[in-house]
């Protein structure tokens, strides 16, 4: 019913800034809160980001918080990932995705829809 579809991952030094893009296409007339994940070579998917379907309440993982930045522009059904200072341990697939529900929920579970994901690689 929705379609997400990641871009602007690939290639970035260290204390790079780009901003990863997620659009969707589908039923985008519902209500979703989005989230950002991500998931390293040999590592379980893990959560990074999310924000409320009308943007005003953010969460995010302790390891990015300061750095990255989460926002939402619904009249463009696309939701944004600001990533500064970046680090090699960064480094990742990352993939957005939308839920239903309210709340602050961080678990690959909780999300109804997934994009293909983008990858984003830090090196020095």
């Known amino acids: 019913q929705v379609q997400l579809v990641e871009s602007g991952g690939g290639l970035v030094q260290v204390g790079g800034s780009p901003r990863l893009s997620c659009a969707a296409s589908?039923?985008?007339?519902?209500?979703?809160?989005m989230g950002w994940f991500r998931q390293a070579p040999g590592k379980e998917r893990e959560f990074v980001a999310r924000i409320s379907w009308g943007g005003g309440v953010t969460y995010y993982a302790d390891s990015v918080k300061g750095r990255f930045t989460i926002s939402r522009d619904n009249a463009k059904n696309t939701v944004y990932l600001q990533m500064n200072s970046l680090k090699p341990e960064d480094t990742a697939v990352y993939y957005c995705?939308?839920?239903?529900?309210?709340?602050?929920?961080?678990?690959?579970?909780?999300?109804?829809?997934w994009g293909q994901g983008t990858q984003v690689t830090v090196s020095s």
């Open positions: 995705a939308a839920d239903r529900s309210a709340g602050k929920r961080t678990a690959t579970s909780h999300y109804d829809y």
């Open positions: 589908g039923r985008t007339s519902s209500m979703y809160a």
